[in-house]
């Protein structure tokens, strides 16, 4: 079992970066792919990034690729989301997910076993 911790959420400007992260506790987090959503007022929640286990391959949303880039650290045990280009329509919770697989659906949420409490991102025009 893992537990996950996001950090890095707040408030920023239109075109403004913020660096998400995912700390992960156990021992065996190299194990786990790892992936982003976000879920906004009244909106279902929504796939945005995903890694697998080994770093190689990453998945994105249409709507942040080239603006986003998923990373891990399998020494710290982290993952990031840094966040470059934010839009007002990027504002939402977003949350970290993990499942213990070699081989998953990165954009389906019910792929992912565990989950993070959720860090506020907003972004002000």
């Known amino acids: 079992q893992v537990q996950l911790v996001e950090s890095g959420g707040g408030l920023v400007q239109t075109g403004g970066s913020l660096r998400l992260s995912c700390t992960a506790s156990?021992?065996?987090?190299?194990?786990?792919?790892m992936g982003w959503f976000r879920q906004a007022p009244g909106k279902q929640r929504e796939f945005v990034a995903a890694?697998?286990?080994?770093?190689?391959?990453?998945f994105y949303a249409d709507s942040v690729k080239g603006r986003f880039t998923i990373s891990r650290d399998n020494a710290k045990n982290t993952v990031a989301l840094q966040m470059n280009s934010l839009k007002v329509e990027d504002t939402a919770v977003y949350y970290c997910a993990a499942v213990m697989r070699y081989a998953w659906e990165p954009l389906v949420d019910g792929a992912y076993d565990y989950w993070g409490q959720g860090t506020q991102v907003t972004v002000s025009s």
């Open positions: 890694i697998s286990a080994t770093g190689v391959p990453t």
């Open positions: 156990g021992r065996t987090f190299s194990n786990y792919a």
